[in-house]
């Protein structure tokens, strides 16, 4: 049975931060490379289990090499109508993931960056956990009723926004302005730079599509 699925989506390289949260994951079923997405999984020493897309940026040796270790590989015409990360999360959604990691680096092209973040909200994952590693920050898509609950350094950015018309029956605990059973429209910025005042943040909501940011802070330089 697939409890996690981890994604390495393709596009710009993580940054260190991104690898170092992905190397604390525990147990991941099933590892999965969107096209080039195969090139940071192997550069963390994963064996990866798919790699899926329309192979038009991962390098042809590196796919050689992972299919001789025995993952399926996965081609999508360079036509199709869906990205590789889309396709991603449907194949690890359609083999019993119960929770979903995708690993991408932000960056690039606007409309690839608003892709990821779309198709985590794909109703067909309405019952899974479906968050993101994204550069120094984590992500989640919660689609209602739904939850998440992580770790924070006091300070850390909370960012919220709804992701569908309205978000209704919003609530949070660990943040200095707190929501109780509140809603939020598509519109509305109010989410935007919240603050945690606690290392255990919650947030929960009851109908509606919610975007969950957890941004570090910034370290301080020294001289």
Known sequence: MVTTSLIFAGGLAPSDATLLAVSKIGQVELVIAADSGLHTAKKLGL????????MDSVDARSLAEAES????????????NFTDLHA??????????QRIVVVTA???????????IAA??????????????????EIFALQGSA???????????????????TATGISTTGL?????NESLSSHQTRGVSNQATESHISVSVLS????????????????
């Open 47 to 54: 064996a990866v289990d798919v790699v899926i897309g329309d």
């Open 69 to 80: 270790h025995g993952a399926k590989i996965v081609r999508h015409n360079v036509d199709k």
């Open 88 to 97: 991603a999360l449907l194949y690890a959604a359609e083999h019993g993931a």
């Open 106 to 116: 932000g960056g690039g092209r606007l409309d690839h960056q608003l892709g990821v």
């Open 120 to 137: 985590m909200f794909d109703p067909l994952f309405s019952q899974l956990q479906v968050k993101a590693l994204w550069d120094n920050a």
């Open 147 to 165: 939850s998440c609950e992580f770790t924070a350094q006091v300070d850390d950015i909370i960012g919220l926004q709804a992701f569908s018309a």
């Open 176 to 180: 200095r302005w707190k929501l109780s």
């Open 208 to 223: 509606g599509q919610l975007l969950v940011i957890h941004q570090q802070k910034e370290k301080e330089k020294t001289r």
